[in-house]
């Protein structure tokens, strides 16, 4: 039971760190700060995801799932997990 606990501490913490580091994008104003499939403003508060990190493009994670669903690529190459 204690490393069970142990593991779920540590899965806490690993996703702390991974949340910590999206705030730190957030905040870094060398991202581009609209999102390349729906051509919007990325907020603060919106939830994104790193589709590009070489060229340091953020997306919306909502756009970036309907683009997977559509299975379309709109002639860009996404780096996509």
Excluded: W
């Excluded at 493009?57 to 002639?75: F, G, M, R, W």
Aim: contains cysteine.
């Amino acid at each position: 039971m204690e490393i069970r606990n142990q593991k779920l501490e540590a899965i806490d913490d690993y996703f702390d760190r991974i949340n910590k580091k999206m705030e730190n994008l957030m905040k870094d104003k060398t991202y581009d700060r609209y999102c390349p499939i729906c051509s919007k403003p990325i907020r603060e508060g919106d939830d994104v995801t790193v589709i590009d990190a070489t060229n340091r493009i953020l997306a919306h994670k909502v756009c970036l799932e309907s683009l997977k669903k559509e299975n379309k690529t709109d002639n860009r190459k996404l780096l996509i997990d």
